[in-house]
């Protein structure tokens, strides 16, 4: 079950960077995460999916 509260918490992140506009490069936003530039390109795909913040994503 920590996992699942792990990854939901990395999402609300991205959300709150996105919204604040503080996600700087693909290396930095995944740096602030503390994930890959490869799972940050997964998890942004699957919120563009569900159309969470497909007004703040590029």
Do not use: W
């Amino acid at each position: 079950m920590n996992v699942i509260f792990k990854h939901i918490t990395i999402i609300e992140r991205i959300d709150q960077l996105i919204r604040l506009q503080a996600t700087g490069s693909p290396e930095d936003f995944a740096s602030k995460l503390g994930i890959s530039k490869t799972k940050l390109y997964r998890i942004i795909n699957i919120m563009r999916q569900l159309n969470c913040t497909s007004h703040y994503l590029i």
